[in-house]
């Protein structure tokens, strides 16, 4: 596969375009602005640019579409009707229906279907990742999460979906099971009817619990997520140039005497370890596998059954806001 188009050259486009020249198969690069695809095709002269999608479709192998979210769909359907691969930004699709429906299609055809649930192919996450396998921590109790920060306002699409697909699919990825209930409550402070602060709650069987906190309306960036489990406890903060995992040796020990039960737990603290995790851009990792399963045939890590769990999650979510908070099975 020699082939790439990417069709999207905003805000997280030109992120894409740059990991995948560098790789050294994209072909155009596509989007109906002039005016951006002028600024970005400015940098690689050699690349095809056009404002039409299906010319860009037609003279690639894969599509990589860095649309705005409601586009989705309709672009990756055309793409897998057009024999090409596909991997598609977060979230896949607005609707379970239609992510259901490409599911269908890549597999009917054979193709690959990737989505850009990026934090899966950082090297941090995939530690932790590892902890959890090898039960490091111990069973699990909880995990929470904080995706925070003081910048861009959309019009077009809440914080909920904007910021949620990606700690959504970290817990899912890390816990390997869907949870069976999810509340969600907000608010719009920036613009009526379009939440910028949201507070998310996934119930998973075990009794394990997932709270995840989305604002764009915050004094601080934060990128940060906790598991607390009954052996030891795990801290992940991207916005840490270079210790971004710490696993503490903290918990609460049962020492069983004649004494109230309350009277036998015992606090723990112990050595906190900070292990190297290399310093691999997430990105390009991402760009490769997605270009490492079209070649050999395998199924990706975030494929369309992973983008369609979480938007199953979002739209669980979205419906308990509406409701006012009200708990929504996942079925």
Request: glycine share 8%; charged share 25%; with cysteine.
């Amino acid at each position: 596969m020699n082939k790439l188009s990417v069709i999207g050259a905003g805000y997280w486009g030109p992120n894409l375009i740059r990991n995948f020249y560098e790789l050294g198969v994209l072909n155009s690069i596509c989007d109906k602005d002039k005016e951006k695809l002028a600024k970005i095709s400015g940098k690689y002269p050699s690349v095809i640019a056009t404002t039409n999608v299906d010319d860009a479709i037609q003279k690639s192998d894969a599509v990589v579409i860095a649309t705005g979210a409601s586009s989705h769909y309709e672009l990756a359907k055309k793409a897998l009707l057009a024999g090409k691969h596909v991997f598609v930004e977060k979230p896949l699709t607005l609707r379970t229906q239609e992510g259901e429906e490409l599911l269908r299609l890549s597999k009917d055809k054979s193709l690959v279907l990737m989505v850009g649930h990026l934090l899966l192919y950082h090297p941090g996450l995939n530690k932790i990742r590892d902890y959890l396998i090898k039960e490091a921590l111990g069973e699990v109790y909880y995990i929470y999460s904080q995706r925070l920060n003081l910048g861009k306002i959309k019009r077009d699409e809440n914080a909920l979906w904007s910021f949620g697909p990606h700690d959504i699919s970290v817990i899912l990825y890390l816990l390997n099971k869907m949870p069976t209930k999810v509340t969600a409550i907000a608010s719009s402070y920036l613009q009526e009817g379009v939440p910028d602060v949201v507070f998310l709650t996934l119930q998973f069987p075990g009794k394990v619990l997932a709270n995840i906190h989305l604002s764009w309306l915050d004094p601080h960036k934060i990128r940060k997520i906790t598991i607390v489990g009954k052996k030891k406890m795990v801290v992940f903060d991207d916005m840490q140039p270079t210790e971004k995992i710490r696993l503490y040796d903290k918990g609460v020990d049962y020492k069983p005497s004649f004494k109230p039960y309350g009277e036998d737990l015992v606090l723990r603290i112990g050595d906190i370890v900070i292990p190297d995790i290399g310093s691999k851009e997430p990105l390009r990792l991402e760009c490769q596998h997605f270009l490492d399963c079209i070649e050999k045939h395998e199924t990706p890590l975030s494929d369309g059954a992973n983008g369609v769990q979480v938007v199953r999650i979002l739209e669980a979510a979205q419906q308990s806001l509406e409701q006012g908070g009200a708990p929504i099975q996942i079925q």
